[in-house]
């Protein structure tokens, strides 16, 4: 029998044409990760709930502040090699956008506070983000992600994260 595959909720903020990403260094160079964790599964956590979670943990953002829900916008899977382990890693990843208004962008903490290495949390422009090496592998659709206009319709699927088109660093 296969394991499930893992969940992973995340999210795209967004103000004034900026993203928000996490910065980490790594031997082979920087990796932007957009704030999010993994679904705690066996406590019966919904993905709304532990994006909330989540981004409380990592940047002190209360998504229940929010004007507007955050949305569920792309949809992507994972099977990758991963430096160090034999077996492929795994994740299913629901990537929702939210816009933030300036007040919620100025709480938002400068490092990962739910990590030992407190990695920087950086704001960038939407075009420079996407040509940087993000874990997930968005930034093809990271424009369409930034439009209020684009929201509608349903998540959409993205292209699988695979040893083909993506590395760890």
Do not use: K, N
Not at 69 to 87: A, C, H, I, K, M
Not at 101 to 112: F, S
């Amino acid at each position: 029998m296969t394991a499930p595959i893992p969940v992973r909720v995340c999210a795209v903020l967004v103000h004034d044409g900026r993203v928000c990403l996490i910065r980490r260094q790594r031997s082979a160079g920087p990796q932007h990760s957009l704030p999010g964790g993994v679904v705690e599964d066996q406590d019966g956590e919904e993905p709304a709930d532990a994006l909330r979670r989540e981004l409380l943990e990592e940047l002190g953002l209360d998504l229940a502040v929010l004007p507007a829900p955050p949305v569920l916008r792309f949809v992507q899977g994972q099977e990758t090699d991963r430096p160090g382990e034999s077996v492929p890693f795994r994740r299913r990843h629901l990537v929702y956008v939210a816009h933030l208004p300036d007040h919620l962008v100025q709480a938002v903490a400068a490092a990962e506070q739910d990590a030992p290495d407190e990695a920087p949390v950086v704001w960038l422009p939407v075009a420079d983000a996407a040509g940087l090496h993000l874990y997930p592998d968005v930034g093809a659709v990271l424009d369409q992600a930034v439009r209020p206009d684009t929201v509608a319709g349903g998540p959409v699927l993205l292209p699988a994260m695979t040893g083909a088109s993506y590395r760890w660093r």
